[in-house]
């Protein structure tokens, strides 16, 4: 097989990271990847998920609010995104009354060596 054949085999990576710092209420972020749901994030943790080369549509959702991101990878490349649950407008009633709107936030981030080895959700 050449090395063109191999590249084209070979898969990308997304990188999911639940930023810890400003997290409000620590909230997990159920994740889904091409319509198909992966799980839950908790606050702190990160994943790496194996993606075929092309394009792709990542969701994110907290139950009060969910974003969507449409990216590319190709063989070989890392794709990172860091979520975060925040405060936003009416995030007072949670202070109040234990529940109230939690807002999202999505960012594309610099791929991490995964040397640095993910903690796993």
């Known amino acids: 097989m ?18 810890d ?5 620590a909230r997990g972020i159920k994740i889904a990847l091409d319509g198909k749901e992966l799980g839950l994030i908790k606050s702190g ?10 394009q792709h549509e990542l969701r994110v959702d907290n139950t009060f609010h969910a974003r969507t991101e449409k ?4 063989a070989g490349e ?4 860091r979520i975060w649950n925040k405060r936003g ?6 202070d109040m009354l234990g529940a109230g709107p939690t807002y ?5 981030a610099e791929p991490v060596p995964l040397a640095s080895g993910p903690s796993q959700t």
């Open 2 to 19: 050449s090395s063109d054949a191999t590249a084209t085999t070979s898969k990308g990576e997304l990188r999911l990271t639940h930023k």
């Open 45 to 54: 943790k990160s994943v790496v998920i194996d993606v075929d080369p092309g």
């Open 104 to 108: 999202l936030s999505i960012e594309r």
């Open 89 to 94: 407008f009416g995030s007072w009633l949670v």
């Open 71 to 74: 990216f590319e990878v190709r």
């Open 78 to 81: 890392q794709v990172h995104y």
């Open 21 to 25: 710092e400003g997290n409000h209420l």
